[in-house]
């Protein structure tokens, strides 16, 4: 094995009530993949802003090239030739690729002026040194999350960054656009550049990482090499017990139709939706990126409006035209993005559960706390959910604990149907488990399901029935008998058996 680029040695680090990171090791050679894995609120992402120059770690020391290191800012970072791809994406996404790779560091041509030729010339080199089909003067809009994603990674090496880091890189990628990143990490590879990878999809891990450094609970738990390891061994690692049966699903009959949807048209988005779904009846519906999965779930929730068709409740046209008058109707919207429309940040985690079941709390003016309380710690329990106090902000709450909260929000309204826009994002395996069990109970009590899904495993796993869209509409409709994962990928690309 080569010698190591950067060492991370005893790493502390305390918040209120919080021992995010408790003595953590981490080494990194040139040219690997280093993956880090741990369940939620593990400190995964805490080691890596300590590395980005974000947090300061309380204790511990950090070598980069066997020197000791001061990162005190995101800056001297940078100056060590450390890039962070956040999971946020940051592009401004009405310049183009060109200008994002050289915001802030623009080439001044003659007289002081920007010299725009030479940087789209360099923008493009660097996007074909990575095999990229990407032009340097692509509007940063029109790409897909995936190519917005590479475009960071070209960013990333137009300040010769020696070490990035990918922090959950492919929560928002369909499996056909996690391989073309897997093919820009090989190609990453051959520059002898070094990567830590983050994710908790436990198969990536054995494609494209060299080694895997487990934490828990702010812990260092042990470094392996991917080769020779195996998933029970991570995930035993991981959670601290074996995992049996992931994917939990009980066989119950089930009951009478409880949503129809009829022709649902919506201009170039929605062409002609229909389908139902039954009590009890857990309906998965896959579909690449941009296919109108979630279109269509906000379309049924009453926020976004349609041009024709029809949604029947229970036998009943009804209209809906805002979430509100969705959730009189009984129905429940877990959205995809948990910060734009699942959380306020800013409150508590005990704010965030029981806002829109505060109506049942209100006692004469004010809302009954012991009540709030009760409920709020019985998701945490059901979902355990990491938060050092019902009172945490949700925000300081790590990525996969904050999608917990929108979920345990969405159940506590006790949905007769319950839509899940991928529900399982970001969300460790043992979490996944809970989350399956939970999914599993609601639909034995008689809800219906409506999973929307990137993650074939969990679509073929969980669901009765399938739906599979394509540019707006649905190719395939496959039973329980037929689902698996190449038949439903044949139909998100575009293969085409609409049995309707
Ligand atoms: N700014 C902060 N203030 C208070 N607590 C924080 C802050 N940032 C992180 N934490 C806490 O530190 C712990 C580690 O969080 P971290 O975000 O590193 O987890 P993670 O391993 O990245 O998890 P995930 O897989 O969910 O993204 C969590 O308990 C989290 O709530
Ligand atoms: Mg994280």
Same mark, same amino acid.
């Given at each position: ?11 502390? &680090? ?116 990575? &095999? ?369």
């Amino acid at each position: 094995m080569q010698e190591n680029i950067l060492s991370m040695r005893n790493i502390h &680090k305390k918040f209120p009530g919080v021992y995010a990171l408790n003595g953590v090791n981490f080494e990194l050679c040139h040219g690997e993949v280093h993956a880090l894995l741990g369940e939620n609120g593990a400190g995964k992402s805490t080691l890596i802003k300590i590395l980005a120059g974000i947090y300061t770690a309380d204790e511990g020391e950090i070598l980069i090239e066997g020197k000791k290191a001061k990162i005190t800012d995101v800056y001297s970072s940078q100056a060590h030739g450390i890039s962070v791809i956040h999971q946020e994406l940051c592009l401004a996404p009405a310049m183009t690729v060109t200008d994002n790779i050289f915001l802030g560091k623009e080439l001044a041509g003659k007289g002081g002026f920007i010299n725009f030729a030479k940087q789209r010339y360099l923008a493009q080199k660097l996007l074909d040194s990575l &095999k990229l089909e990407i032009k340097a003067t692509d509007k940063v809009s029109n790409l897909s999350v995936a190519q917005q994603q590479m475009v960071e990674i070209a960013k990333a090496l137009s300040i010769d960054a020696e070490i990035i880091v990918m922090d959950e890189p492919t929560a928002s990628l369909t499996s056909k656009e996690v391989e073309m990143l897997f093919q820009t990490i090989k190609e990453l590879k051959k520059k002898n550049i070094a990567i830590i990878y983050i994710s908790h999809r436990l198969e990536e891990l054995f494609q494209v990482s060299d080694r895997v450094t487990v934490l828990r609970d702010g812990k260092y738990i042990g470094t392996r090499e991917t080769v020779g390891t195996t998933r029970d061994e991570l995930i035993a690692m991981m959670v601290g017990r074996e995992l049996k049966d992931l994917y939990k699903r009980s066989v119950h009959p089930l009951g009478e139709t409880v949503l129809e949807v009829k022709n649902l048209n919506r201009n170039n988005i929605l062409h002609n939706i229909s389908f139902s779904l039954k009590k009890g009846e857990i309906l998965g519906i896959s579909g690449l990126v941009g296919s109108g999965r979630t279109e269509l779930a906000r379309a049924i929730f009453g926020i976004d409006s349609y041009d024709s068709g029809e949604i029947l409740i229970s036998g009943q046209k009804v209209q809906i035209h805002s979430a509100a008058a969705a959730m009189e109707n009984g129905i429940a919207l877990v959205p995809e993005d948990r910060k734009g429309q699942g959380l306020v940040l800013i409150q508590s985690v005990s704010y965030n559960i029981t806002i829109p079941i505060l109506k049942q709390f209100m006692k004469f003016i004010h809302i009954n706390r012991k009540v709030e309380e009760e409920i709020t710690s019985s998701y945490i329990e059901k979902l355990s959910i990491r938060t050092p106090s019902l009172q945490q902000i949700a925000q300081n709450l790590s990525g996969g604990n904050q999608q917990k909260i929108v979920i345990a929000k969405w159940l506590g309204t006790h949905p007769k149907i319950l839509i899940m826009d991928e529900p399982t994002r970001g969300v460790d395996v043992g979490a996944k488990a809970e989350l399956y069990s939970i999914i599993n109970m609601l639909a034995e009590q008689g809800v219906g399901i409506i999973m929307i899904s990137s993650e074939l495993p969990e679509i073929v796993n969980m669901s009765d029935r399938v739906l599979v869209m394509f540019k707006g509409r649905i190719t395939g409709r496959l039973e329980r008998k037929e689902l698996q994962q190449e038949t439903v990928m044949y139909y998100a690309t575009g293969g085409i058996k609409d049995a309707s």
